[in-house]
T-cell receptor, first 111, second 114 residues
Framework: KQEVTQIPAALSVPEGENLVLNCSFT??????LQWFRQDPGKGLTSLLL???SQREQTSGRLNASLDKSSGRSTLYIAASQPGDSATYLC??????????WGAGTKLIIKP | SAVISQKPSRDICQRGTSLTIQCQVD?????MFWYRQQPGQSLTLIAT?????????ESGFVIDKFPISRPNLTFSTLTVSNMSPEDSSIYLC???????????FGPGTRLTVL
């Protein structure tokens, strides 16, 4: 059974710092891995999707990597801003589009 | 992409009552799902909403408690029946758009059961 773990559970850093969020999964047989952002009172926003055949994806200040063999993904946020404060969730997709979710990392960027 | 709306956005309900949550998508989608996010927890898949047939439920979820309808390709409802405080959660629908591999999520329905 696939299990997804995110470390750390919470992170608070000053504005401007670069930071890394970690996601690990137990079963390497995945179709893709997605990183989402969840803001309080709002829905989920898909940030990056990495197909199982890819190693990384980039969007603006965000870079996500995937190492299937070791069951790990990282989300790198460059030059963090207070607007980046949110909960970041990773999810792996198995069969039939079903997503298995990590518990999330709550990120606070201090001005 | 897809624009997904959910109604209601939030509700406060009494124990023992039922609430039906609607999910509407602006385009035809391949698949629709319902998730639950309990306070402080991550998302858990409740079921896959199948068009014109019974939903496919995950372990721990049953049709009597969470009846689901999907009468067409763009609309689905989830009912939370005979509610208890343990049902207080955010309920989200998600869709897979035809030809696009990633899922899109609705804004969620925040349910509080007293």
């Amino acid at each position: 059974k696939q299990e997804v773990t995110q470390i750390p559970a919470a992170l608070s850093v000053p504005e401007g710092e670069n930071l890394v969020l970690n996601c690990s999964f137990t079963d390497s047989a995945i179709y893709n891995l997605q990183w989402f952002r969840q803001d309080p009172g709002k829905g989920l926003t898909s940030l990056l999707l990495i197909q199982s055949s890819q190693r990384e994806q980039t969007s603006g200040r965000l870079n996500a990597s995937l190492d299937k063999s070791s069951g790990r993904s990282t989300l790198y946020i460059a030059a963090s801003q207070p607007g980046d404060s949110a909960t970041y969730l990773c999810a792996v997709e198995g069969s039939n589009y079903q997503l298995i979710w990590g518990a999330g990392t709550k990120l606070i960027i201090k001005p | 992409s897809a624009v997904i709306s959910q109604k209601p956005s939030r509700d406060i309900c009494q124990r023992g009552t039922s609430l039906t949550i609607q999910c509407q998508v602006d385009s035809q989608v391949t698949m629709m799902f319902w998730y639950r996010q309990q306070p402080g927890q991550s998302l858990t898949l409740i079921a896959t909403a199948n068009q014109g047939s019974e939903a496919t439920y995950e372990s721990g979820f049953v049709i009597d408690k969470f009846p689901i309808s999907r009468p067409n390709l763009t609309f689905s409802t989830l009912t939370v029946s005979n509610m208890s405080p343990e049902d207080s959660s955010i309920y989200l629908c998600s869709v897979v758009v035809t030809g696009v591999s990633k899922q899109f999520f609705g804004p969620g329905t925040r349910l509080t059961v007293l």
